[in-house]
């Protein structure tokens, strides 16, 4: 019996695989787009990046709205492939807070210190901001999570906990930022210094009982010290 066109199910099937291998193929164009930027540098192209590919521009532009489309879904894919897997990784390990903080920073400047022109271009590139936003919120909630749960455990409060974290990220990836591209130390020494600016955040909001208003009445030694001086 020859197949009926008309079948709303048959229509339904054609469109899933149609759908399938559209995503399928673009998977398969964001792969090539990251690897052409690995290759050929963060200043590169949509005539660059088809070519590499081996494809015409006409080509990508069937998948891809335009270059901001592709840069995003290349992009998020890098996060959720490279820097991702890491990050859950660490937060599912066995490990105290202090090894934790130090393996989320080691993780973080590790993958920009291994594929710069990809961190480059996705920072100079506009819109690659929302990829670089979810990376960020995935190691702010990282640190939320070492930072709720050491404070909540005493009782203390943790609504600070979300611009607490976000700071601390923040000066993370502007300090990996600088060291990209004015490298006075070693990745090492870099991650080492981070540990200790973070570290020592946590402990001094710690030792305050995360209340603003115990550190507002409290007595502050470098005020003090510098008053007696």
Known sequence: MPENLNDPSKADGRKQRWQDHKEA???NLVDGTISAIRKLGPGIGMDQIAAEI???KIVLYRY????????NAAMVRFVEVVLAPRIFEIMAAELDDLERVRSVISAYVDVVN???DIYLYLTSAE???FAYARAERMIADA???????RIADVGMPITGAEP?????VGGIQLATKRWISHKTMSSEQLVDHLVMIVWSCIAGIYGKGAS???FNARPHPLVIDAENA
Do not use: H, N, P
């Open 143 to 149: 640190v939320a999570v070492i930072l709720t749960g």
């Open 164 to 168: 607490w974290s976000y700071f601390l």
């Open 114 to 116: 291994t594929d710069t």
């Open 25 to 27: 193929r673009r998977d």
């Open 64 to 71: 891809f709205t335009d270059k901001d489309d592709l840069t």
């Open 212 to 214: 603003v208003e115990t």
């Open 127 to 129: 819109s690659g901001q």
């Open 54 to 56: 081996g494809i015409s």
